[in-house]
């Protein structure tokens, strides 16, 4: 009865005992989960430095490989949130987020509006506060593109929403709230300081 709906570039694992002696599941990428309660079986995704443990939930995973942090935002129910060798590391309620660095081997605790994080499922991205160097992993998936952005532009945060708005749509509004210009440079898009858009 468990759900579970994976964004681009995700990987899902399970083995051939799920759901008779286990509910253990790897994920590399995004993906939310709505799962069934059951007390007995525990609800286990490993994201490998992560596990995050519940009984019944609705909860989503951010693990992909070419970002600097794992993501776990809850919506609704309980989920404990583990290390690698089954320590516990948080607990978290509804609305709250727990976000681990991988480089530092630190976990921070978030309160969030999950919608933020969990839209995408409907096909909805919400960006709120996100620097452009993260933004551009996030576009990179949703459509299928190369980005990279110039060093003066990196922290440049953004806020804004997209449903079903074209790239170039997308790129035309960027350009219109941030001094940056999108250039195409041959498969690459390149987000470029523009001096001029600052000095207005």
Do not use: C
């Not at 079986?41 to 989503?60: A, C, N, W």
């Not at 690698?84 to 709250?96: D, G, M, R, V």
């Amino acid at each position: 009865g468990s759900e579970v709906w994976i964004n681009a570039g995700t990987k899902l694992r399970y083995n051939n005992q799920y759901g008779i002696s286990n509910r253990d599941i790897k994920v590399e990428g995004e993906a939310f989960f709505s799962v069934t309660k059951d007390k007995q079986t525990p609800f286990i995704v490993d994201m490998g430095s992560l596990k995050v443990e519940v009984t019944g939930t609705r909860f989503g995973v951010s693990n992909y490989n070419d970002s600097g942090t794992m993501e776990v935002v809850l919506e609704e129910g309980s989920v404990n949130i583990r290390s690698e060798n089954n320590k516990l590391l948080e607990q978290l309620a509804p609305e709250e987020m727990a976000r681990f660095n991988k480089k530092e081997m630190t976990i921070e605790k978030l309160k969030v509006n999950p919608i933020h994080y969990t839209s995408w499922r409907n096909g909805t991205m919400h960006i709120f506060e996100l620097p452009l160097e993260q933004l551009i992993l996030k576009f990179e998936k949703r459509f299928n593109q190369k980005f990279e952005a110039d060093q003066q532009v990196k922290s440049i945060p953004f806020t804004f929403s997209i449903e079903g708005e074209s790239l170039s749509e997308v790129l035309h509004l960027m350009e219109k709230i941030a001094p940056v210009n999108a250039v195409q440079e041959g498969e690459t898009i390149q987000f470029k300081y523009d001096s001029l858009k600052r000095a207005n």
